[in-house]
């Protein structure tokens, strides 16, 4: 089936420090990608997403590209904030109206 | 910026009893999802709902659970007969027909 795989967490970070976060997908069909961020005590906002290969999407500085060939939609950000300290998802759809398949999540502790 | 919300925010009950959880999705929406996450784990799908019926369901989603959408601004989730293993932060998300599924702030239900 469809599924999504991160990196495990946390992930603890100083500030202005460069950010990874690995994620790779299953590749049946052409599924489109995001990113959701869960800030503590909070909901699932979406932060970014991409729709097709070699598409970038990005927000609040965080970048990901949609990379067919190695199946992956790795999460980047050159610079990052305490304020960046959350929970981040992968996950993906098989697109349209399709539900979402998420990772397990990946916490990211940024210190000053 | 429109917002799918959720009440209450949080519910506690017995093992046994009923409980439904109510969303109020985007208002020109027409899909409508419910999701959970057990708390640490993997926020998991339960049930997408179109056109007054549901489109998909997981293997979760069982006789004890319910949706409905009773008027035309309200989606609920009930479950009939909860049990401990219900204790999970349930989202309901909404789809204007794009790829991008909204997400409200969830509910955290606690069953004792």
């Known amino acids: 089936g469809n599924s999504v795989t991160q990196m495990e967490g946390p992930v603890t970070l100083s500030e202005e420090a460069f950010l990874t976060i690995n994620c790779t997908y299953t590749?049946?069909?052409?599924?489109?990608l995001f990113w959701y961020v869960q800030y503590p005590g909070e909901g699932l906002q979406l932060l970014l997403k991409a729709t097709k290969a070699d598409d970038k999407g990005s927000n609040k500085g965080f970048e990901a590209t949609y990379r067919k060939e190695t199946t992956s939609f790795h999460l980047e950000k050159g610079s990052v904030q305490v304020s960046d300290s959350a929970v981040y998802f992968c996950a993906r759809s098989s697109g349209g109206y399709q539900k979402v398949t998420f990772g397990t999540g990946t916490k990211l502790q940024v210190i000053p | 910026e429109p917002e799918v919300t959720q009440t209450p925010s949080h519910q506690v009950t017995q093992m046994g009893q009923e409980v439904i959880l109510r969303c109020v999705p985007i208002?020109?929406?027409?899909?409508f999802y419910w999701y959970r996450q057990i708390l640490g784990q993997k926020v998991e799908f339960l049930v997408s709902f179109y056109n007054n019926e549901i489109s998909e369901k997981s293997e979760i989603f069982d006789d004890q659970f319910s949706v409905e959408r009773p008027d035309g601004s309200n989606f609920t989730l009930k479950i009939r007969s909860t049990k401990l293993e219900d204790s999970a932060m349930y989202f309901c998300?909404?789809?204007?027909?794009?790829?991008?599924?909204?997400f409200g702030p969830g509910t955290r239900l606690t069953v004792l």
């Open positions: 208002s020109n929406h027409l899909y």
């Open positions: 590749a049946t069909g052409y599924p489109s």
């Open positions: 998300a909404s789809n204007g027909g794009t790829d991008t599924q909204y």
